[in-house]
């Protein structure tokens, strides 16, 4: 390994990320646990290993405690930052939380073994992140403000820069340029690190997806240029929608001013793992090819899985390249949101229903209602007035914080849940997913009697 200290760090998702994108987020704790240890002797910059979709996920489809992964990984990855992605004030879930519920998940999450927390909002609304970010810092962790890139007319370097310098007088220790769709081409990479770089005293982070090709070309421009670390997996769950392989990246930077310092060898022994036990997840693979539709349409290689899945349903396989047309229209009379969780499954429905109804928004969902209430945050550009008019009618839009309209939560869900409960922490388990953390206790609870313990 090199001696030097690298000018690059590496973040591993094969941990969140990587197995969220392509085995839909399957993978169990005990395989994670199986090599911990030696993830822990590599030397990324961090391990993304929680946050995101694993919670509901451990909770729905594995029946395992999330909080109790948390603690099994921190006892056994000593030397390497835990890190996760915290959706600002939606915490891990698709509304808005009370700043109560959004204090007391950070706490819990710093106190279980996490120390760095990614933190957007799928608005880019700064105030939609204030309190998580203001939590992190009380509770001694590493807050990193991202910014979600997207391409539209009012997406450019003057607003990331604005939105990067917002997060920094909120006191932030790094900025994250999350490129969730992977459209980042590599030459506007290298030219918005450069001024993010110039602009802003904290370190600067790329995060991208392989969806549409480019991602290890935007990783290599944005290196060039001065960009302080990027998030990769191993090679057996990268490309696609994943992110671009640690490995090939590493072998590119070596023996150059920004080698990683990483060994290849154990690279190579870790991916072997994870190649052998990803067959074990094989009815959830998805499959791994370049999707060159998001160049065009602007839709996440997750989305674009959803939005087939949706047609299908209703039998209206036959009509996908309708719905790929409608959701750009959809975008830009909505003001042009960025196309993640949770504006992506607000804005892919309403293209669905809209062909599937035959007159554009005849039917609406309740969360594009709200989203056009206000309730989700202020869009980055004004909605178009006519539709705004057809969704709401004469209804007055709020243009306030949203959780300012939100009630405390923490205790009276404690009431609800303490019969049950075996941990402080079940009570926000079931803050976020009341039906299916209830489910999940109650099966445990079975099984403890059942066991005499």
Request: proline letters at 6%; hydrophobic letters at 40%.
């Amino acid at each position: 390994m090199s001696t030097n200290t690298p000018k690059v760090g590496i973040t591993e998702t094969v941990l969140r990320d990587a197995h969220q994108s392509l085995l839909a987020t399957r993978m169990q704790t005990e395989d994670m646990l199986a090599v911990a240890g030696e993830l822990d002797q590599v030397g990324y910059r961090s391990l993304e290993a929680w946050g995101g979709a694993t919670f509901d996920a451990s909770l729905r489809f594995l029946n395992e405690c999330p909080w109790e992964r948390l603690r099994r990984l921190r006892l056994n990855i000593r030397n390497t930052p835990l890190q996760m992605l915290l959706r600002g004030q939606n915490l891990l879930g698709y509304r808005h939380y009370p700043d109560d519920v959004v204090e007391a998940f950070v706490k819990a999450a710093i106190k279980n073994g996490i120390s760095i927390i990614r933190i957007f909002d799928a608005l880019n609304d700064v105030r939609n992140m204030k309190t998580a970010i203001e939590a992190t810092i009380k509770y001694k962790g590493h807050a990193q403000g991202a910014i979600c890139y997207t391409v539209s007319p009012v997406h450019n370097t003057e607003h990331y820069l604005k939105i990067a310098k917002e997060l920094c007088e909120l006191g932030v220790h790094s900025i994250c340029v999350k490129d969730m769709a992977g459209l980042l081409p590599p030459y506007e990479a290298a030219e918005l690190v450069k001024t993010l770089k110039a602009a802003v005293d904290v370190p600067v982070i790329l995060h991208t997806h392989y969806t549409s090709g480019m991602g290890s070309m935007t990783y290599l421009k944005a290196i060039e240029a001065g960009v302080d670390g990027v998030d990769t997996a191993l090679s057996a769950l990268a490309l696609g929608s994943s992110q671009p392989p640690t490995e090939p990246l590493v072998a590119a930077l070596r023996h150059t001013p920004w080698d990683t310092g990483l060994d290849l060898d154990l690279l190579s022994k870790l991916n072997d793992y994870f190649e052998e036990i990803k067959s074990k997840y094989g009815g959830h693979q998805a499959p791994v090819k370049v999707q060159t539709e998001i160049l065009v349409y602007q839709i996440p290689g997750g989305m674009l899985s959803n939005l087939r899945s949706q047609l299908k349903q209703q039998g209206l396989s036959s009509r996908l390249d309708e719905v790929f047309q409608e959701v750009p229209r959809v975008r830009a009379e909505m003001g042009y949101p960025p196309l993640v969780t949770p504006m992506s499954q607000i804005v892919g429905t309403q293209a669905v229903l809209n062909v599937a109804a035959g007159e554009r928004y005849a039917i609406c969902s309740k969360e594009i209602k709200d989203y056009v209430r206000g309730l989700y945050g202020r869009p980055p550009a004004p909605i178009d007035p006519e539709i705004k008019k057809k969704i709401i009618g004469d209804e007055e839009e709020f243009t306030g914080r949203p959780a300012d309209l939100l009630e405390p939560m923490m205790e009276k869900a404690w009431e609800k849940v303490k019969a049950l409960a075996r941990q402080e922490e079940d009570v926000l388990s079931y803050v976020l997913f009341p039906k299916v953390a209830m489910n999940f206790f109650e099966k445990r609870e079975a099984a403890r009697r059942q066991g005499g313990d």
